[in-house]
């Protein structure tokens, strides 16, 4: 009942196809049946509404389909991907799971009772609305990941207005927003998700170039990597309309690359957090990073420099954190932004600012000099503590062929000094020749040292 | 570790040289012991003294594969800094070493 809207659209259109995956398509009719044959599996195994159920799974035929099931059931739904990693029994425990349903790679299903009791107040007062509920995880880059419960109901209503049919890649991930988000904008259009399991560039393009993808929902890092891979000029990419990049700070020397490599892709910049949704976004330009955020159900503020957003489709709260709104319904995005009218430039996380003897360093300004520098394939600014000045800018470089040390670091503290101001000129520049991002496609900005990988969100 | 004073000297000077590469010409090190390193009478700001005290960990690093951090809160809390001139900074760097 929750998701009428859904299946009178697939219904209407149901030759289209809904999915690709592993090459083969399946359409919408497909997959109607498919969510009325879940509806009765879910209660035959007595998953019962009000259930928190942990859906281990990527994006696929059969867990599209169990997602839509178990949302219309009134279950909790706690999607979690292999990214997550180590953190899978802290995160089962944390949301309280008293079901599994995992699907594997080859998209069969094992179903798994848990000895949890899932009495969090969230999910009380769901259960007592008789609403469906979400729970994602939210960034462990820069500490402990919480877990924010969402209300099912206003996170699906923003897709009841119809919009423009895209065919897309799910590129982010089925335990994120931004995944969760481009899924459900594809199925409430009868688009096309075309599913892709290696989300490095030549494997991606090569599903854009093969399944006619319009749109590509991506990440900085990701796009970067594409640029210096320069795998865009192996494929076929006319059909590519839109790419939309998120979850960290643009390099400004990223995003002009790119649209001077795909002048006619438009680039649009997104903005969502676990905790509220996805705002609705308009770039100024396809090479500034100047963004318009709002749509309906969103407000926006900022207060001190940081971005404070009011949304019709926020959490309910978190599960292990204390409640993060302002007693009139305010979240404090902890970014920091510059204001021109009506747009915005996102500085980057606050907890991500690196204060040098008192004076503010933003890691991606300094990361937007040294990535265009010859030899460099990645690149990570940080800050580490320093008895002097409290603390000092580090650069991590991952560099395309391996080359002389010495001078690297030099020409990197030279491009810096000549463009930067004294105290953001990195201090410590360390040569890697390893991979500085996750599995999410999002930049690792935790020492190594520090644990594993981020999580990101 | 055994090491002489020459020695670290010479690799201490080697930082100079690597340093004065990135510096404007006033603000230039002298490869003499009573060069001041931080104050009122120093050329380079405290930017520039953490950078030189980088350069000297680099330097320990490439030449002697020691990787020691100079300017650490012991360092800071000794009642004659070890940062105030080259000669200050060549002792501290022996005592260092030598513990290493």
């Known amino acids: 009942m929750f998701i009428d809207f859904l299946e009178e659209r697939f219904k209407a259109d149901p030759d289209a196809d809904a999915l690709v995956w592993r090459e083969q398509a399946f359409s919408y009719r497909w997959l109607a049946e498919r969510l009325n044959d879940w509806r009765e599996r879910l209660a035959v195994e007595q998953i019962e509404p009000g259930e928190v159920v942990i859906l281990e799974a990527d994006f696929s035929p059969t867990s599209v389909a169990l997602f839509l099931a178990l949302v219309d059931r009134g279950c909790i739904l706690v999607p979690l991907t292999s990214a997550v990693g180590a953190k899978r029994d802290e995160f089962v425990k944390i949301a309280q799971g008293q079901s599994t349903i995992r699907v594997g790679p080859d998209d069969s299903v094992a179903v798994e009772r848990l000895p949890h009791v899932a009495d969090h107040d969230y999910y009380l007062s769901l259960r007592e609305k008789k609403h469906p509920g979400l729970v994602l995880f939210s960034s462990g880059s820069t500490g402990r990941s919480k877990a924010a419960v969402h209300d099912f109901v206003p996170l699906l209503d923003k897709f009841r207005i119809p919009r423009a049919r895209l065919r897309s890649i799910s590129f982010l991930l089925f335990d994120h927003i931004g995944g969760i988000n481009t899924m459900l904008y594809m199925l409430s259009n009868t688009g096309c998700l075309i599913t892709v399991e290696d989300r490095r560039p030549a494997a991606v393009l090569q599903a854009v170039q093969d399944h006619r993808v319009e749109l590509l929902p991506a990440t900085p890092t990701f796009l970067n990597l594409l640029l210096i891979s320069e795998a865009d000029r192996d494929f076929d990419l006319s059909s590519l309309q839109i790419i939309t990049y998120g979850t960290e700070p643009m390099p400004e020397t990223t995003l002009k690359g790119l649209h001077a490599r795909l002048p006619n892709v438009r680039l649009v910049q997104t903005y969502g957090l676990s905790e509220i949704g996805i705002l609705r976004s308009k770039s100024k330009a396809s090479d500034s990073i100047w963004v318009r955020l709002g749509g309906e159900g969103f407000q926006t503020r900022v207060v001190d420099g940081i971005l404070h957003v009011k949304a019709a489709s926020a959490m309910l709260g978190y599960l292990n954190a204390a409640s993060p709104f302002t007693a009139d319904g305010w979240f404090n995005t902890q970014d920091r932004v510059e204001v021109d009218g009506e747009f915005f430039r996102i500085l980057g996380r606050d907890s991500e600012l690196i204060n040098v003897g008192g004076q503010k360093v933003y890691p991606a300004e300094v990361e937007s000099v040294i990535q265009v520098l010859d030899n460099i394939a990645e690149v990570t600014v940080f800050g580490e503590a320093h008895p002097i000045t409290g603390n000092i800018v580090c650069a991590r470089v991952s560099t395309i062929e391996p080359g002389d040390v010495k001078a690297l670091r030099k020409a990197i503290r030279t491009a810096c000094r000549e463009q930067l101001e004294s105290f953001k000129v990195p201090v410590k520049i360390e040569v890697t020749q390893e991979p500085q991002y996750s599995e999410r496609f999002k930049k690792i900005r935790r020492r190594p040292t520090d644990g594993s990988p981020a999580a990101g969100a | ?100």
Request: net charge negative; hydrophobic share 45%; aromatic share 4%.
């Open chain 2, 1 to 100: 570790m055994d090491i002489s004073k020459e020695q670290v000297t010479a690799l201490v000077y080697r930082a100079v040289d690597e340093i004065n590469g990135e510096l404007t010409p006033e603000q230039q090190l002298t490869k003499n012991p009573a060069t001041v390193l931080f104050g009122t009478e120093a050329t380079i700001d405290s930017m520039g003294l953490v950078s030189f005290i980088v350069a000297v960990e680099e330097q320990l690093s490439e030449e002697l594969g020691l990787s020691m951090t100079l300017a650490d809160d012991k360092a800071m809390s000794m009642e004659r800094s070890p940062f105030k001139t080259l000669a200050t900074l060549i002792q501290y760097v022996q005592n260092r070493i030598a513990a290493a």
